[in-house]
């Protein structure tokens, strides 16, 4: 029964995130799901590219640095641990796709229909909302039943998948597929009892750096 509600949330919770971005996808357009539609150019204030890049590096550096410093025996450093799993292989799987489908993004001809373009057209799906919300899957699959506030992390997520779109980087549903895609990872990651890369790695960089010195 607890297992049955602890499935139940976390779908209620999977719902709810949705919906920021069906509201963002409201007008019609093109593309396989009729979404589609190439935003008006922004770079600046808070949409500025070089701010959707420190996001990026953020991310990495803080995976990289909580697991190697916390380690996996730590409950947060666990989670850290299931985002470097969550993050790697979301991260091979966008790069997968995108080589597969190698759609043209937005500013590549404004037809969101341009699919199997070949080499340099990488717009499906979007490997930062990838990366970011693959981050933040464990956390908040981990703790949303006992602190629902850790939901607040899907605004990183959210923010750069508004941001692509307004950088004329991707289109709706490549967002979409990269929020879908990075999260689907970060919540099987979050069911594992060890992490992949803990049980790939030496035992050494798992223990944490805080506990050695």
Partial sequence: MKQNRAKSSRATLVACLLLPFAWSCAQAGGGPFGIDYEWSRDNSGIWARSNQLD???????????????????????????????????????????????SRARPYQGDNPNK???????????SGEVTLVSSFVAPFVFDNVREHPWIAALEILPIYDAFARMKAQGHW??????????????GYWTSTWRVPLTVRMLPGGLSIGLDRRF
Wanted: net charge negative.
């Fill in 55 to 101: 996001l990026e590096y953020a991310v990495l550096a803080t995976t990289g640095a909580g697991a190697l410093w916390l380690g996996n025996a730590d409950p947060v450093g666990h989670q850290f641990w299931q985002s470097v799993d969550s993050e790697l292989l979301s991260g091979i799987a966008a790069q997968a796709l995108k080589f597969s489908f």
């Fill in 115 to 125: 699919w199997f373009q070949g080499h340099g057209d990488q717009s499906f799906p």
């Fill in 172 to 185: 709706q549903s490549d967002v979409v597929a990269g929020w879908l895609l990075g999260t689907g990872v």
